[in-house]
């Protein structure tokens, strides 16, 4: 049974960081790519980035210079390092293990429940 934990999330204040992680089981998690996306209230779940089996990682523009997502194969662990937050970054974080990949929901196999992060202004 594959599972996906994330773990990490909470309450920041504008500017500050939070790491999350994502412990998978189940899977042979280096043959994954993994990705996080997010969900807003009311909002579509929507990417935020990826690492691939070969650790290169994608990020969604809005992200791009202050998350850093990087993965432990020897742990089957991937981390979300979130750096100057801002309140708009505001969601549940989901991880989430794929064969595809990529930035579409349907490229991912594998989903974890998602971790709460709220950022204040």
């Known amino acids: 049974q594959v599972q996906l934990v994330e773990s990490g999330g909470g309450l920041v204040q504008a500017g500050g960081s939070l790491r999350l992680s994502c412990a998978a089981s189940g899977l042979t998690f280096s043959n994954y790519g993994m990705g996080w996306f997010r969900q807003a209230p009311g909002k579509e779940r929507k990417f935020v980035a990826i690492?691939?089996?070969?650790?290169?990682?994608y990020y969604t523009d809005s992200v791009e210079g202050r998350f850093t997502l990087s993965r432990d194969n020897a742990k089957n662990t991937v981390y979300l390092q979130m750096n100057t937050l801002k309140p708009e970054d505001t969601a549940v974080y989901y991880c989430a293990a794929g064969t595809l990949g990529g930035s579409r929901i349907t490229g991912y196999e594998y989903w974890g429940q998602g971790t709460q992060v709220t950022v204040s202004s």
């Open positions: 690492i691939t089996r070969r650790s290169t990682t």
